[in-house]
Nanobody, 118 residues
Framework: VQLQAFGGGLVQPGGSLRLSCKASGGAFVINAMRWYRQAPGNQREAVATIPSGDSPNYADSVKGRFTISRVGSTVALQMNSLKPEDTAVYYC???????????????WGQGTLVTVSS
């Protein structure tokens, strides 16, 4: 299973950006998909989670500005009202179970850089 992320870039404060990430490579059942971010010198933090069959949840720092959504095996993160402190490498993550296996595992995308600067 591979996760491939798209959509990073440079945006001015107050602007918007949309990230997407697709899981592919076999038959699997997705339990949840998440977006994490890691700014220089900081630990990786969870930004938004969308569990299968449940409501999304967000870090306090992005509530009301970011929206996570999922269609099939593609997860998106719509980021509005961006701030310089949102600058980070963003990673998508999937907790999924390969069909005919018992256990679930975590899979990660390659990371995409978001820079918020004037």
């Amino acid at each position: 299973v591979q996760l491939q992320a798209f959509g990073g870039g440079l945006v001015q404060p107050g602007g918007s950006l949309r990230l997407s990430c697709k899981a592919s490579g076999g038959a699997f059942v997705i339990n949840a998909m998440r977006w994490y971010r890691q700014a220089p010198g900081n630990q990786r933090e969870a930004v938004a989670t969308i569990p299968s069959g449940d409501s999304p949840n967000y870090a306090d720092s992005v509530k009301g500005r970011f929206t996570i959504s999922r269609v099939g095996s593609t997860v998106a993160l719509q980021m509005n009202s961006l701030k310089p402190e949102d600058t980070a490498v963003y990673y998508c993550n999937a907790n999924l179970r390969i069909v005919d296996s018992r256990d679930s595992s975590e899979y990660w995308g390659q990371g995409t850089l978001v820079t918020v600067s004037s």
